[in-house]
Nanobody, 118 residues
Framework: QVQVVESGGGLVQPGGSLRLSCVAS????????MGWYRQAPGKQRELVAR???????NYADSVKGRFTISGDNAKGTVYLQMNSLKPEDTAVYYC????????????WGQGTQVTVTS
């Protein structure tokens, strides 16, 4: 019923940029927040950026000043502009959708690979 699809990943050199997109579709209650998480090999999944209904945002310290999250929770769309990419940004990036209005409902995309290497 609910599908979350990421796109925009790829291979980029250090210092380069990528823009990730996420679209959530299907029977989703009003969205509380959407965000981007990433998981590198051997690491736990970590929050990269989140945008909450009302417009507030949060970023991991490691990406502040380099990444920008934007989107429209009502439309189920979220984007992540990634600039000044570093090798340590290499990971699978996952889109997360959270709805709390009618209980805890959380959805994940399948992930999109971001590889930063020279």
């Amino acid at each position: 019923q609910v599908q979350v699809v990421e796109s925009g990943g790829g291979l980029v050199q250090p210092g380069g940029s990528l823009r990730l997109s996420c679209v959530a579709s299907g029977s989703i209650s009003r969205i509380t927040a959407m965000g981007w998480y990433r998981q590198a090999p051997g690491k736990q999944r970590e929050l990269v950026a989140r945008i909450i209904r009302g417009g507030s945002t949060n970023y991991a310290d490691s990406v502040k000043g380099r990444f920008t999250i934007s989107g429209d929770n009502a439309k189920g769309t979220v984007y992540l502009q990634m600039n000044s990419l570093k090798p340590e940004d290499t990971a699978v990036y996952y889109c997360n959708v959270l709805s709390l209005d009618w209980g805890w409902r959380e959805y994940w995309g399948q992930g999109t690979q971001v590889t930063v290497t020279s």
